[in-house]
């Protein structure tokens, strides 16, 4: 008998967060765990649904729920229901408080049809009150590397965050911080993290070596949590084609996208992208164009797509591009405006450089591929991020971005100039001692996060860990429910 529930296959809720940072990297954790013959369904809205319907291959043990997304209620139009669909930061704010409408039909649901887990963004805190009262257990999820989340604690404790530089010194290691988080923005974090604290553990999209078992340590000394680190989620995609179809559709088709890759040298190429949410004002793409053009290498750079314009005339680009900079660059550069298909472009041996805004995703991919970064923060905890590549694993050099902004949209005070682009490019490309010393540090990383999610890795054997644990707990939890 007790062998038989041990066999029985977990039946596991996702609740990811309606934004591509967050669903892609969680939709692509429950892969795993369909992969491992348990039964997972992924609880989102319709137009995501659209979305992961693209970009997951389905089976029997991997499904999606659908639950209607409130746009009348905020007053949102059809079908803008993830923060990247955003067009300005009104929209931005509606989207956000329709994901607070989205408890009564999920725990409706959930209630109908109780699973043995419920893995849920940290963004839905309702769902830690919700898995108590059905006994369930419940793992948070909020795409951040361990780090970054023992920096933030640490700051609370400190308090100190209100200069624009300041020292973090109860690390494991000293890490001297350029900007400070706004206030609001900390506090909400400090307060949705009591939530999490309270849930049965954090999933991470990162492997152990690179937040390190110093930090592991630190997090569950310091807050009594356990973190499963189960990442780089991103190579569960083997393929061109799966990498390519990872979250939105691409604008750029695989095969362009290669055939011009394939044209560069190795290590030439310098990929710019700034993830999903950041929409740079005109006045910084320009110095963007500037700086890349100044320093001759050649370079992908994805661009947002000005929404809503079906195309820009010359008058508009103007604006954000020097004049016949798509000339002068026709040979060196590839501008996709629109959504690129990174982890592909990460994985192509020309690229030899990631100019980040330090999403997590977007760097644990780059370190995936073994690729050194350029970083440029702007928001969340993205200037945490910086600092474990830059001060920590050495596998980063800083553009000195000085501006901690509330969101990825608006006017900044500060623009990164032309010239310091120019600097930090060159400094990471120029095949100096640094720049070589820096490139295979990155190379030694991007083996250690392939050998953490294959068989017999630190990840793989996380998810197996823990799939025994959840199992152990169902069994708790329906002996409890008996008495
Ligand atoms: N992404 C992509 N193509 C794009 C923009 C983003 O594939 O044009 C993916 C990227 O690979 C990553 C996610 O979207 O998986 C963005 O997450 P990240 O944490 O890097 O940044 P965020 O968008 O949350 O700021």
């Known amino acids: 008998m007790d062998l038989e529930i041990e066999e029985k296959p977990l039946k596991l809720y996702f609740i990811p967060y309606l934004a591509p940072g967050h669903m892609i990297p969680l939709c692509d954790i429950a892969i795993q765990f369909a992969a491992r013959r348990h039964h997972v369904t992924i609880i989102t809205t319709p137009f995501n649904a659209q979305i992961l319907t693209k970009s997951l291959s389905f089976n029997q043990n991997l499904r999606l729920h659908t639950v209607s997304f409130p746009s009348q209620e905020v007053g949102l139009p059809d079908g803008v229901e993830n923060l990247s669909a955003a067009t300005n930061l009104d929209n931005l704010t509606k989207i ?159 095969h362009e996208c290669l055939s011009w890759l394939n044209s560069k040298r190795v290590n030439s190429v310098i990929y710019i992208g700034f993830g999903s949410l950041c929409h740079f004002p005109d006045k910084q793409l320009y110095e963007i164009a500037c700086g890349i053009e100044a320093s001759g290498y050649e370079f992908v750079w994805v661009v947002p797509e000005k929404k809503g314009k079906e195309y820009e005339s010359e008058e508009e680009k103007e604006k954000w591009l020097p004049k016949g900079f798509e000339e002068r660059n026709s040979e060196k550069g590839l501008i996709v405006r629109g959504w690129a298909p990174q982890v592909l472009i990460l994985s192509h041996p020309a690229v030899g450089a990631f100019m980040t805004h330090c999403g997590w995703n977007s760097i644990v991919e780059a370190v995936s591929a073994g690729i050194p970064m350029i970083t440029w923060p702007v928001h969340g905890e993205q200037f945490y991020n910086e600092k474990l590549i830059t001060q920590v694993r050495g596998i980063g050099v800083e553009v000195g971005a000085g501006e901690w902004s509330n969101s990825g949209y608006g006017e900044r005070e500060k623009l990164v100039s032309g010239e310091s682009i120019e600097k930090a490019l060159r400094r990471l490309m120029d095949g100096g001692d640094d720049a070589q010393e820096i490139r295979r540090r990155a190379r030694e990383f991007g083996d250690k996060a392939k050998e953490a999610a294959q068989e017999g890795g630190s990840s793989y054997k996380n998810l197996t860990v823990l799939i025994d644990d959840l199992k152990r707990l169902r069994d708790c939890n329906l002996q409890a429910s008996k008495c």
């Open 96 to 254: 956000y408080h329709a994901t607070t409408l989205l408890r009564p039909p999920i725990q409706h649901f959930v209630e109908q049809h109780p699973p043995d887990c419920i893995v849920a963004d940290f963004l839905f805190p309702w769902v830690d009150e919700l898995a108590n009262k059905l006994r369930i257990t419940r793992l948070a999820f909020n795409g951040f590397s361990l780090f970054a989340i023992c920096a933030i604690e640490s700051v609370k404790a400190n308090s100190h965050y209100d200069s624009a530089s300041f020292l973090i010194h109860d690390l494991p290691h000293p890490i001297s911080m350029n900007a400070a988080p706004p206030k609001k923005m900390h506090e909400l974090l400090v307060t949705l993290f009591e939530t999490v604290f309270k849930s049965n553990g954090i999933v991470v999209n990162n492997f152990v070596e690179l937040d390190g078992e110093e930090y592991i340590k630190h997090y569950e000394k310091t807050t009594g949590h356990k973190a499963w680190h189960l990442g780089p989620a991103s190579l569960i995609r083997k393929t061109d084609q799966e990498k390519a179809e990872r979250g939105e559709e691409s604008v750029v088709s695989v």
